[in-house]
């Protein structure tokens, strides 16, 4: 039972690699849209402040914010892909057309019963507990929406695409026949969500008036549920009401009232007060966002295995300088939420701890979650805060304790973080790798490869691979993560290393009848040649 679950869990691991493979790139793009576009960066160099550089720097944070705005779209394209056994490309097709009958019957479902929330002029639908898709109004579940049905396209499409009928009913086979399955999955998936979260949202708000009574302790309580229920969704539900609502305090200004901790703060930027308000600290959500995440993508670089940690360090730097300068965390969150929950909790708990440390020791700034903003508007608003440089103090401090916990309990529990996928390299072989980091750890034979063996760079063949794997009939799957070919086989003692080791590797590793053969950036382009060479056969 225990290795069933293991195994469940490695192979919705191995999953989740294939959408946020690109994250990295796209968090490094949008801190360029950020830097060419940011006021406070445009003001130090005016010259950015040309028609087209704006435009373009415009155009390109908007571009590829779309992708983190539709993560649930990734995800129940991706998922659907990298689980399926074969064809993977009708999967990933139907995994799509399966959300769009979801979102549309979501939608039916909520104007069928009047439960459809009105956008208000400044916030649109945020704080309503519903959220538009793709234009489609329906219940939102935040990206756990799309990785929730991802997951469910993918076991059924594995488990209906090989059923075949005879005669007039021979068209609606294989695929079509998945399809048609799950056609009443969305619809079913649909009923249940516009059932039960709402009722979810509804304790999510409740706790709206135990965080306003309870001083700092419900200020940690804000800042865990907001990190902690970010994959749901539902933690818009915790910061909306305290930033646009009465919640988040009121602020009187002759005939006017000001509700709400974000326009607040806003006006008092404006205003010729002394301090501001105690509203200031439900903006406090951007301050992990400057600070912690500097201490956790360190912390994933550091346990990162030795042959991995060049890479992981070009995967993580973008991610963190993205949070730190933009404020989207997203890329980054989504590399270990769900390859270690426990230490997303953790996060979580940190997080809230150090919002209600803010409270207790009287600091009060700016933290608008951009760390370059945030000290060009802390110096023009100084006389209005208080304990201002305590702010970058405890930043730093954050940033320590996100490394220093992360690390140990990295360690501890033996967590597949970013660059600690599988098992590492033997230490001689690791040294090896990092010391001539495209070379590989085993020697590699050349030799003339047969017409249409698929010819790998360096050496070998696909052929030589499959064959070393035990044959096509041996082969189950194969995938693979940002260094890793991941192959599962029917019966590991076929396996020959030695034909394997034609090809320029980096080390084989054996965990039952999971292999990893360790390939380095140019995995994608040797798993594409291995699935061509088997399709040939």
């Not at 995440?293 to 070009?314: H, L, V």
């Amino acid at each position: 039972m225990k290795d069933k679950v293991m195994g469940a869990l490695e192979k919705f691991a191995k999953a989740m690699v294939q959408p946020l493979m690109y994250l990295s790139a796209a968090g490094i793009l949008i801190v360029v849209g950020v830097l060419l576009t940011n006021s406070t960066i445009t003001g130090l160099l005016p010259f950015l402040k040309w028609g087209p550089i704006q435009m373009f720097g415009q155009t390109l944070y908007n571009a590829v914010m779309a992708i983190i705005n539709n993560l649930s779209v990734v995800f129940v394209i991706g998922l659907p892909a990298a689980l399926a056994k074969n064809d993977k490309h009708r999967a990933a097709l139907i995994g799509f057309m399966t959300y769009l009958m979801y979102l549309v019957s979501s939608n039916t479902l909520l104007s069928l019963t009047g439960g459809l929330a009105e956008e208000q002029p400044m916030l649109g639908l945020f704080g309503t507990g519903q959220a538009k898709i793709l234009g489609i109004q329906c219940v939102d579940m935040g990206v756990f929406g799309g990785i929730i049905l991802g997951c469910i396209v993918g076991y059924v499409f594995n488990r209906t695409f090989q059923k075949r009928f005879k005669g007039a009913m021979q068209i609606y086979s294989g695929a079509n026949f998945s399809f048609m399955c799950l056609v009443l999955v969305a619809i079913l998936f649909a009923l249940i969500t516009n059932a039960a979260w709402p009722v979810v949202q509804g304790w999510i708000s409740a706790l709206g008036g135990v965080i306003k009574e309870t001083g700092a302790f419900g200020l940690f309580l804000y800042g865990f549920l907001e990190r902690f229920l970010l994959p749901t969704g539902l933690h818009h539900l915790v910061y909306t009401p305290f930033q646009f609502s009465d919640l988040g305090g009121v602020l009187t200004m002759g005939d006017t009232a000001i509700a709400g901790a974000y326009p607040i703060v806003m006006a008092e930027m404006n205003m010729p007060v002394e301090r501001f308000s105690e509203s200031i600290y439900y903006m406090a959500i951007g301050f992990t966002k400057m600070f912690g995440y500097i201490g956790i993508g360190g912390a994933f670089i550091y346990t990162a295995y030795p042959e991995n940690r060049k890479k992981t360090a070009s995967t993580i730097i973008p991610l963190v300088v993205t949070a730190s300068l933009a404020g989207i965390t997203e890329p980054i969150d989504f590399m270990f939420i769900f390859a270690a929950p426990l230490l997303y909790a953790i996060h979580a708990v940190i997080a809230g701890l150090f919002i209600a440390m803010l409270k207790v020791f009287d600091i009060v700034a700016l933290w608008n979650g951009n760390l370059l903003a945030s000290i060009v508007t802390n110096i023009a608003n100084a006389s209005k805060g208080h304990n201002v440089p305590m702010m970058f103090v405890m930043g730093a401090l954050q940033a320590l304790v996100y490394f220093v916990v992360f690390t140990a309990l990295i360690k501890k529990f033996r967590y597949h973080t970013p660059g600690r996928e599988g098992d590492p390299l033997p230490a001689g072989e690791a040294a090896a790798q990092v010391q001539a980091d495209q070379q590989p750890s085993q020697g590699a034979a050349k030799k003339a490869a047969p017409a249409g063996a698929g010819t790998l760079d360096g050496g070998g063949t696909a052929m030589d691979i499959i064959e070393g794997l035990g044959g096509k009939a041996n082969i189950v799957t194969v995938e693979n993560c940002i260094t890793r070919l991941r192959v599962s086989l029917k019966d590991p003692s076929l396996l020959q290393e030695a034909l394997i080791n034609k090809t320029v590797n980096r080390g084989i590793v054996k965990k039952g009848n999971d292999i990893q053969i360790i390939y380095g950036l140019q995995v994608a382009d040797v798993r594409r040649a291995v699935e061509e060479q088997l399709a040939k056969l």
